[in-house]
């Protein structure tokens, strides 16, 4: 695996990683908040519940 250092390419994949640092926060916060509505649907039903 040859690595061709020019600064297109080098752009190319800081965009690169910009995009996949992006999604891997978008990932993260989605999880987050997933957790966030499950402990909150929880809470709710077992406020309703009692």
Do not use: D, H, N, R
């Not at 061709?4 to 916060?29: A, H, N, R, T």
Request: one cysteine or more; hydrophobic letters at 65%; a neutral charge.
């Amino acid at each position: 695996m040859t690595i061709v250092v020019s600064p297109m390419i080098k752009g190319e994949s800081q965009f690169l990683l910009f995009c996949y640092f992006f999604i891997f926060i978008l990932e993260m916060v989605k999880q987050f908040l997933a957790i966030y509505w499950i402990i909150l649907g929880i809470y709710i039903l077992a406020f309703c519940w009692t």
